[in-house]
């Protein structure tokens, strides 16, 4: 039986804190134990990058040690090794995220983009009620909008409107045709793709044409509301998320999941 040295039992330790580390940032946002800046940006990318720096930094001395060691042990070896892995790994996501977050440097989607879906006033009350980002108008520059002023968005982002952004994307979501199905049949659509893509507060008016749904991340509970628009040959849709400011492309994959769903039951009622 190895008996472990005490600088891979130190590294195995910090190992099994990292998942823990993680978890408890992010499930302490969902449940309010501390707002989205202290959750994401104080312990997620502040503290992790330096917990997964101290990680990295055990792990290179342990494997040192282990190297030096006589006779060397494969299993103390094989934790040095992994401790350097993982941190790494982490790292690279970390990196990504920084490349999603400037490929997608604005947090509110629409197919669109000359008059986007509204929201309710029910809607927007919840948004203000909850702090969130206010709506932005779809044609001012980034540079005349308060949250992108305060964020320091570049000369080149300054001068593009939420329109242009939207409509340069190679992945921007486009309106779905109803087709032969009646309004009554794309609200009842809309409705039921944002149940399956487990929405909450799923409100459809048959009466206005709309539906409005809020989506929430699993670890941080980062909420975001979501329109849909039914008129009398198409729908359009909106996602906007209520705190942040790029959404690292959610919303975008969010509206084109939801109109493959709601195109899919839309097929399914005509057959």
């Known amino acids: ?112 983009t000359a008059n986007p879906p509204a929201f309710s006033a029910a809607t927007v009350a919840a948004r203000e009620a909850a702090g969130a980002n206010p709506l932005s108008d779809y044609q001012s520059p980034l540079g005349k909008i308060a949250l992108y002023q305060k964020a320091g968005v570049s000369p080149e982002l300054a001068v593009k409107s939420h329109a242009q952004i939207i409509t340069a994307r190679k992945d921007r979501p486009a309106p779905l045709p109803l087709g032969g199905a009646s309004k009554a049949e794309g609200v009842a659509a809309v409705a039921a793709a944002m149940g399956a893509m487990g929405f909450t507060d799923i409100r459809p008016d048959a009466a206005t044409g709309t539906v409005e749904g809020v989506a929430e991340t699993f670890w941080f509970g980062f909420k975001d509301d979501v329109v849909a628009r039914v008129g009398d040959t198409q729908v359009d849709f909106r996602s906007v998320s209520r705190v942040g400011v790029s959404d690292l492309g959610a919303n975008t994959a969010r509206i084109n999941e939801l109109r493959e769903r709601t195109e899919a039951l839309l097929g399914a009622a005509s057959r």
Not at 22 to 36: E, N, Q
């Open 1 to 112: 039986m190895i008996i472990l040295p005490k600088h891979t039992k130190l590294v195995l330790a910090l190992l099994a804190f990292l998942p823990l580390y993680f978890m408890v940032a992010a499930l302490g946002t969902k449940i309010g134990v501390w707002d989205w800046k202290i959750g994401l940006m104080t312990l997620t990318l502040g503290g992790g990058i330096i917990v997964l720096g101290i990680t990295a930094l055990a792990a290179l001395v342990s494997l040192v040690l282990a190297m030096r060691s006589k006779p060397r042990h494969n299993g103390v070896l094989a934790v040095a090794i992994i401790g350097l892995l993982g941190p790494g790994a982490a790292l690279a996501v970390f990196m990504s995220t920084g490349g999603k977050a400037a490929a997608n440097p604005i947090h509110d989607i629409a197919t669109d």
